[in-house]
């Protein structure tokens, strides 16, 4: 049998947290569970770390990669084309 | 409703229609319920179903070409793949049932065919490395050295040969390389979260998955890029 401790409330809170600061960082989060994350992370130096390191990736991911191509425009006239011949 | 007035509508949404098709730009102005009219027109599969399809396909093929393109790593796959979610948007729009805005769906869609792009090409990949003595199977670089055919993330690792003007910022150029080093999946999770800032539910719907599910797969993505960093002391 696991004589393994229960996380505590705080350790609760900690990990339910951690776990949406990935959507607290691009702002998808509702009003209420919002303002937990926001109460939690002002205390807590690990969640503080962890949101400056995805507020990095944010700002990474959330634009293009500088040698993305962009998207073809000849698609289209293919895609139609298929679509007309098979109707 | 007052015919003349159901009339009316119908005709102010052909002239919006007719506007969008002439100025592309104008389509990200549109609200999701003008999306999910769009939808019911190519399912009517009428007059107007391909003029309905064409608006659809200049709204959504960026951003599926965008995500296909992060999620596969490889410009022709990604072309290839954004083409058939787009036709099966044409093809099962029928399927589409309302309960997610029609960009969920869309990039829904886009992840499934995606992840099946990405294990038929793993099972490539695994069938060339089963066979060490036929080279004919194998490509050839402009040097003629032997390439065995590979699927990686070629345009993120492609930023070491820009490294002079990266060099201004390691941790930016560490978290391209580390961005390399994710699965397909978790860069997913990551283009889904801050290229189209998905909320945790949409993203469960896009993917299929349930949220605890979303939650482990972006732990996994920000374990392995903070272990990039540590390892090389920017963290």
Known sequence: MSHDKLPTPAQQEHQLVDSLLPWYVNQSLSGAICVRVAAHVQQCRRCCDELALLRTIHTEVGSPPIDAPVAPRDGLDQLLARIKAQR | MNQSLLIQEEAEEDHYIEAAVQSPAALST??????RDLVRKVVGRGEEALTAFTLLYRRYQPPVFAFCFRFLGDRGHAED???????????????????????????GIASNLCRN????????????????TDTSLHGHSATGELVLATFHAEPLERCAD?????EANDRHRLLREGLGKL????RGVLHLAYFEGLSLREMAQVLGICEGT???RMA????????????????
């Open chain 2, 183 to 186: 699965s397909p999946t978790q």
């Open chain 2, 81 to 107: 793949v954004t083409q058939e979610v787009l036709y099966t948007v044409w093809k099962n729009a029928a399927t589409y049932q309302g309960h997610a805005p029609v960009k969920t769906w869309v990039l």
């Open chain 2, 162 to 166: 820009a490294s002079a003007s990266c």
């Open chain 2, 220 to 235: 996994n993505a920000r374990r392995t890029l903070r272990h990039h960093l540590e390892h090389a002391g920017i963290c």
């Open chain 2, 117 to 132: 792009m990405w294990r038929k090409e793993r099972r490539r990949e695994e069938r060339l490395l089963t066979l060490p």
């Open chain 2, 214 to 216: 979303v939650k482990s």
């Open chain 2, 30 to 35: 549109w609200t999701d319920h003008e999306n």
